[in-house]
């Protein structure tokens, strides 16, 4: 029987744990700042925070039985998911999404995005709060049911061939959903039997799966006593323990250090050499996006550009050189009429695309007119990708978080204001 879609929010899960799903996280400070040498490149930084994976409302077993409460069935005991549409170069994608709309009422959250990613690809969804990342990973994962278009995952029509599509998936929700009563092993044992994963593969996958993580000598260990970065580790563990052919990571790192991050992503790395997966992962962060093989820049619900990181880089074409003066709009302005150059504030300096940038920088000391505000220091960086983001939306994906931040304060304090009235 099939399991009918309960909600277009946030995904609940069938097991005990509970995935957030498409609310916004607490966001650790997304630094894709900085700073650059004339001849370095820029830096970007930042940290996110964890969460985790858990069992979709009526996932099926592999059979495709799901009960009407949501509770998979393990009724099949063959394990890991059938090769069937596993196929090699040349096969269809692995997932293929054409003109896929999702609106929430007058919310129009994702507006007729299409691509598809090929069997063995690491790609991500690159875009600030609210971009509608979760959103789509959510009608992928066949949690939200779409307004309009099309979307195949490992074949499987995501409407239509939902229990198909649920059977082919691993899925790592953005807020945390392990259980801190159970340990490690308990959680991936509960995972592996809502998923009818054979009996006798349970342990092996098992140890390889934590071992791939780091987290095998703890596995007897309550994860309410694990880090953060700990946590976020088993989910991904978790995510793998019935072999699903395509894994949904919704912003797997976000809120750890920078050294946990790393982590993590040699742990996806090395996953990608180890086993025949495919990897679709979102995050608002630059310095992740440069791991994916390609990404595609979200911007409200719209695809904006698409491409491997190198080729989107070479897309900008300039460097960035970035001012720092006592008056930024009269810098703004002296660089329009003196160099016709279209400067523009971002992150509370002035910035200029310039082709040559590091050749730019000694004529612009030149010719700088005395009247204008005195240069207090000056930095030029190759292309980031926060640099093909702003070339496509004309915002660094910071400043668009910072307004939309100061957007929802606004409609806040209007609320409080209305209330009080
Ligand atoms: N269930 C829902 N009901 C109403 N609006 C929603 C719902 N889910 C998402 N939205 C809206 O859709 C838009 C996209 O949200 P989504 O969660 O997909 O963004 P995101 O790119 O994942 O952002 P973040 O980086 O903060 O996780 C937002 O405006 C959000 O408020
Ligand atoms: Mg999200």
Redesign the pocket.
């Known amino acids: 029987m099939a399991v009918e879609e309960t909600h277009?929010?946030p995904a609940t899960p069938a097991g005990p744990a509970t995935p957030g799903g498409?609310t916004?996280?607490p966001d650790g400070p997304a630094t894709p700042t900085g700073t650059a040498t004339p001849t370095g490149t820029a830096t970007p930084t930042g940290t996110a925070t964890p969460t985790g994976t858990a069992t979709p409302t009526g996932m099926a077993t592999p059979t495709g039985t799901a009960t009407p409460t949501g509770t998979a069935t393990p009724t099949d005991t063959s394990g890991a998911a059938p090769p069937s549409s596993r196929a090699g170069g040349g096969a269809a994608p692995a997932i293929e999404v054409r003109e896929l709309v999702k609106s929430?009422g007058e919310?129009r959250?994702v507006r007729g995005v299409s691509f598809e990613v090929a069997i063995g690809e690491v790609f991500g969804f690159l875009?600030?709060?609210?971009?509608?990342?979760?959103?789509t990973i959510n009608m992928l994962c066949t949690l939200t049911r779409p307004s309009a278009g099309e979307a195949l995952v490992a074949g499987h029509d995501v409407v239509r061939e939902r229990d198909d599509v649920r059977r082919n998936i691993g899925l790592v929700f953005?807020d945390p959903t392990v259980d801190g009563y159970l340990t490690a092993a308990q959680n991936l044992q509960l995972h592996a039997e809502l998923y009818g994963v054979r009996s006798d593969l349970v342990r092996p996958r098992m140890r390889q799966v934590l071992e791939m993580v780091g987290l095998w000598e703890r596995r007897g260990t309550a994860v309410s006593t694990f880090s953060g970065g700990m946590r976020r580790r088993l989910e991904i563990a978790r995510g793998l323990m019935h072999s699903p052919r395509v894994l949904f990571l919704d912003?797997p790192t976000i809120g750890l250090d920078p050294q946990t991050r790393r982590s993590i992503w040699s742990y996806i790395r090395e996953l990608k050499e180890q086993e025949e997966i495919t990897i679709f992962m979102?995050t608002?962060y630059m310095d992740e996006a440069e791991w994916c093989d390609r990404i595609a820049i979200m911007d409200h619900g719209e695809i904006v550009a698409l491409d491997s990181p190198e080729a989107l880089k070479a897309s900008v074409g300039t460097d960035r050189v970035t001012i720092q003066t006592d008056d930024n709009e009269a810098a703004i302005a002296a660089l329009r009429s003196q160099f016709g150059l279209d400067a523009k504030l971002s992150e509370g300096a002035v910035t200029i695309a310039v082709a040559g940038g590091a050749q730019f920088v000694p004529h612009l000391f030149d010719e700088w007119d005395p009247s204008h505000p005195p240069i207090r220091g000056v930095s030029v960086s190759r292309p980031t990708l926060d640099d093909v983001f702003m070339s496509y939306t004309g915002t660094t994906i910071r400043d668009a978080e910072e307004d939309q931040s100061r957007h929802r304060n606004r409609v806040m304090m209007q609320m409080m204001g209305g209330g009080r009235r």
């Open positions: 277009d929010g498409a916004a996280a929430f919310v959250a875009g600030p709060n609210g971009a509608g990342k979760t959103t953005q912003e979102t608002h």
